[in-house]
Nanobody, 121 residues
Framework: EVHLMESGGGFVQPGGSLRLSCAASGFTFDDYAMGWIRQAPGKGLEWVSTISCSGDSTNYADSVKGQFTISRDNAKNTVYLQMNSLKPEDTAVYYC??????????????WGQGTQVTVSS
């Protein structure tokens, strides 16, 4: 069965950095685009970033563009999210997701359990 396991979340001060990791198993990792989706307190789900199967193409939400970097290591079945210059509004539960092509975009079929990121002074 498919498993996605996030790690690397925690508490950080504004301006700090964190790197999230997502270890994947139960499927052919490099057949899937991967991504990150977050949910801030009291808010809905927000797409953050996606990366293509090979890792040669990335996309970012306007809210994190230039601040976050998504990457993947297909040999390790792992996807990463490097988060720099963190702001309080980045506080959220971050979910690692698989991506598949859909009519109007990407279908996020499989989700990890989420990891909490808290940005506060």
């Amino acid at each position: 069965e498919v498993h996605l396991m996030e790690s690397g979340g925690g508490f950080v001060q504004p301006g700090g950095s964190l790197r999230l990791s997502c270890a994947a198993s139960g499927f052919t990792f490099d057949d899937y685009a991967m991504g990150w989706i977050r949910q801030a307190p009291g808010k809905g789900l927000e797409w953050v970033s996606t990366i293509s199967c090979s890792g040669d193409s990335t996309n970012y939400a306007d809210s994190v563009k230039g601040q976050f970097t998504i990457s993947r290591d297909n040999a390790k079945n792992t996807v990463y999210l490097q988060m720099n210059s963190l702001k309080p509004e980045d506080t959220a539960v971050y979910y690692c997701v698989t991506g598949s092509p859909g009519r109007g975009g990407t279908w996020y079929r499989y989700w990890g359990q989420g990891t909490q990121v808290t940005v506060s002074s």
